[in-house]
């Protein structure tokens, strides 16, 4: 299967996080017939029999919940398929500090380069031909 690594890690984050709090659930997503990647084939599948494009997490978490739950389920076929996952990335402070000192060195650089960059002579041309009087002008 070749669905997106940022997907399978988006599902598996939450499969632990819910095995974490729901023994019931834990039993079933130790189960060792099943697997990370046969879950998102399972769900790629069953997404492209609905003929939707768009699932929200609870409908895709569902799907994935339902994979562990069931013993007996058919997988289907790998699917070749660009997911996107649409999240928000949550910076740690570090994080957040780096993204900060790199934008304001970025800031600094743009500055100095745009304080160093010759200047063009294009004032003395403009007063030069002011001074000369045209025919159409009397």
Do not use: W
Not at 20 to 34: E, G, I, M, R, T
Not at 40 to 64: R, W
Not at 114 to 131: E, F, G, V
Request: glycine fraction near 2%; aromatic fraction near 8%.
């Amino acid at each position: 299967m070749k669905s997106t690594a940022y997907f399978t890690r988006t599902i598996l984050t939450y499969l632990e996080q819910r095995a974490s709090v729901d023994p019931l659930f834990a039993q079933s997503f130790a189960n060792l017939n099943k697997n990370i990647d046969d879950c998102c084939t399972y769900i790629l599948n069953e997404v492209q029999k609905s003929g939707c494009n768009g699932f929200t997490d609870d409908e895709v978490y569902s799907m994935a919940v339902h994979y562990y739950d069931e013993e007996n389920i058919e997988v289907g076929r790998p699917i070749d398929a660009r997911i996107a996952v649409n999240h928000v990335v949550e910076l740690t402070e570090d994080e957040k500090q780096q993204a900060r000192q790199d934008a304001i060195q970025k800031a600094q650089n743009d500055a100095y380069n745009k304080m160093i960059q010759p200047k063009k002579k294009t004032t003395a041309k403009q007063s030069a031909n002011t001074n000369q009087l045209s025919l159409f002008d009397l």
